[in-house]
T-cell receptor, first 113, second 116 residues
Framework: GNSVTQMEGPVTLSEEAFLTINCTYTATGYPSLFWYVQYPGEGLQLLLKATKADDKGSNKGFEATYRKETTSFHLEKGSVQVSDSAVYFCALTLNTNAGKSTFGDGTTLTVKP | GAGVSQSPRYKVAKRGQDVALRCDPISGHVSLFWYQQALGQGPEFLTYFQNEAQLDKSGLPSDRFFAERPEGSVSTLKIQRTQQEDSAVYLC??????????????FGPGTRLTVL
């Protein structure tokens, strides 16, 4: 079956620190990969995506590269801000599954000033 | 513009009660998904509609769970004879894509169901 494994949290960083949240996946086919973010009190929203191997998704200073050889899609940001405090979810969708997504368990990030 | 809305936002039910959760997707979106999110976990797929057709209900945990989207717009997730293990946040998502194309999903705020 399909599964997504995320780095366990919570993660606490100081402002301007470098962020990495690891994500690896197992898929029976060729997936598209996503990072979603959930800010406190809000719904899930798409942060970035990549649809094929070696693609890099990027948004708001975050980036992740689709690595087929290591089945990974690690999220990185060079300098985090307090406003980045949220829960981050890695997800995959098989291109044959009409959009049905498999999510990781989420990683809570807290950024302190 | 309006996003995905869900109602109620919070629902407390006594064990054995039936509940109905509503989802209003973004207008014109073809695909609609329901997910269940337990505390501290990621969303788990329940069911998928393309317009009014329920194409996948493989994630529904039991025959007490039933979903419909009769006119291809608003959807209702019904849970009969609720049990404590049904306590979770129920998320609805819609997408403009359908027919096997993978597009961005837009999520609603969720309905938090607590079964006492």
């Amino acid at each position: 079956g399909n599964s997504v494994t995320q780095m366990e949290g919570p993660v606490t960083l100081s402002e301007e620190a470098f962020l990495t949240i690891n994500c690896t996946y197992t898929a029976t086919g060729y997936p598209s990969l996503f990072w979603y973010v959930q800010y406190p009190g809000e719904g899930l929203q798409l942060l970035l995506k990549a649809t094929k191997a070696d693609d890099k998704g990027s948004n708001k200073g975050f980036e992740a590269t689709y690595r087929k050889e290591t089945t990974s899609f690690h999220l990185e940001k060079g300098s985090v801000q307090v406003s980045d405090s949220a829960v981050y979810f890695c997800a995959l969708t098989l291109n044959t599954n009409a959009g049905k997504s498999t999510f990781g368990d989420g990683t809570t990030l807290t950024v302190k000033p | 513009g309006a996003g995905v809305s869900q109602s109620p936002r919070y629902k407390v039910a006594k064990r054995g009660q039936d509940v109905a959760l509503r989802c209003d997707p973004i207008s014109g979106h073809v695909s609609l998904f329901w997910y269940q999110q337990a505390l501290g976990q990621g969303p788990e797929f329940l069911t998928y509609f393309q317009n009014e057709a329920q194409l996948d209900k493989s994630g529904l945990p039991s025959d007490r769970f039933f979903a419909e989207r009769p006119e291809g717009s608003v959807s209702t997730l019904k849970i009969q004879r609720t049990q404590q293990e049904d306590s979770a946040v129920y998320l609805c998502a819609s997408s403009p894509s359908g027919g096997g194309l993978v597009g961005e999903q837009f999520f609603g705020p969720g309905t938090r169901l607590t079964v006492l």
